[in-house]
């Protein structure tokens, strides 16, 4: 970082300190995209969850095909009058139960508004886009801590489910803190709740844990109606800057998301975007390569810190959440200013910092940093 973009982004971040602008301390919020400093070359970015092997070969090959009709709108084109058949036939639904949207951030935003006439009950921490959303909206939102685990406490969360609730939304795998639930603890949880509610189950990270841990909600989707799964292209497909997302539910629940907020989204996704998305789909190589390389920058980082004697939480993600014991500083802008991107946050029971698993080399950087922060 230049000294001119550390001062800019100093000066940024204690704005956001004032509530103004951006804060590398919201960990998993609303404004975990965009940054008000300066892209730099040499920065370490390990603060969004991206996948840092990039697209698949064969989505760049399938931009380079869709790019003489990027002047076209998408119903105009029919190379990828296709994809959302192919989508559904990919997770054995079909395009009626399914719709596409320019990132799962943009369905979460929709979804908040689609259902804002009573509370929503999520996790605390969780990712911040549902809830921020629903406070604007004047939503109340009950959350309801983690267990010490740092899991869903679903027994808590039924508890809290009334008729007064429209909305539970939860994530799983769970962002920040990579855990995961148990495959059939989350079906029960999600028939009884949606008795009284829509249940949201946000799958961004689905793709990263072995079985069993690795069972969509999306068999559910059928026979309950109050049952909404959502995915994205950001995470094991690497298109996070592409903006590609969906969600999938019973027909009817679809059918009532497109009369109101959901009107046609798919139409603001660029045919880059949808036709890169076919593609990948269609290479399994690439998800497999993501997964083993994330699997060893995860052991990688967590034995690492392990050692380093912090408090690690077993991650079943592409990303890591751990304890700062008694750090007294700014973690995520001390690691800034050693050019390592990621996220920390003061909460009840201390500091926790969250780090993404770059490639591994951004891991050994990143634990080389810390090394030098905390000396043994
Ligand atoms: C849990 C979760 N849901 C949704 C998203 C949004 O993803 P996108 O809008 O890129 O599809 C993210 C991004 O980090 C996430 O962590």
């Known amino acids: 970082m230049t000294n001119f973009a550390r001062r800019k982004w100093l000066k940024h971040s204690s704005l956001a300190a004032l509530g103004l602008g951006f804060s590398l301390r919201s960990i998993a919020g609303e404004d975990y995209m ?40 998408s119903g105009n084109v029919p190379l990828i009058q296709t994809f959302k058949k192919e989508l559904a036939d990919f997770y054995h639904v079909t395009p009626e139960q399914t719709i596409i949207m320019p990132g799962s951030g943009e369905g979460l935003r929709l979804l908040a508004r689609q259902y804002s006439n009573g509370n929503l009950v999520t996790a605390t921490p969780t990712f911040g886009i549902l809830p921020t959303t629903a406070r604007k ?24 489910v009334t008729a007064k609730t429209s909305l539970v939304y939860i994530c799983n795998p769970a962002n920040p803190t990579a855990t995961v639930l148990k495959p059939d603890a989350l079906k029960n949880f999600c028939i009884e709740a949606s008795g009284k509610a829509m249940v949201l189950i946000d799958e961004a990270y689905i793709d990263f844990p072995d079985a069993p841990y690795n069972e969509s909600m999306l068999g559910l989707i ?41 009107d046609n989204p798919q139409y603001s996704v660029s045919n880059l975007a949808q036709y890169a998305a076919m593609a990948s789909l269609k290479d399994a190589a690439h998800r497999t390569m993501t997964r083993e390389k994330n699997a060893a ?36 802008a001390d690691m800034l200013q050693r050019n390592i991107l990621v996220r920390s946050n003061d909460y009840p029971d201390g500091k926790w910092a969250r780090v993404s698993f770059g490639n591994m080399d951004d891991m050994k950087q990143f634990i080389a940093v810390m090394k030098t922060m905390f000396p043994a």
């Open 297 to 332: 920058a995860r052991q990688y980082t967590y034995d690492a810190l392990v050692q380093m004697k912090f408090h690690c939480i077993p991650s079943y993600t592409n990303f890591m959440f751990f304890n700062l014991g008694n750090y007294k500083g700014d973690f995520a």
């Open 222 to 262: 059928e026979d309950h109606p109050n049952i909404i799964v959502m995915g994205t292209f950001s995470k094991i497909h690497g298109m996070a800057g592409l903006r590609i997302g969906y969600v999938f539910a019973h027909a009817d629940t679809i059918k009532k998301l497109q009369a109101g907020y959901f």
């Open 34 to 73: 965009p940054y008000n400093f300066e892209p730099q070359t040499g920065l370490v970015i390990l603060g969004a969850n991206e996948n840092p092997y990039g697209i698949s070969e064969k989505a760049k090959e399938a931009i380079k095909e869709i790019m003489p009709y990027a002047n076209r709108y």
């Open 137 to 160: 909206l004047g939503m109340e939102v009950i959350e309801v801590p983690l267990t010490a685990g740092k899991v869903h406490d679903l027994e808590a969360m039924q508890k809290a």
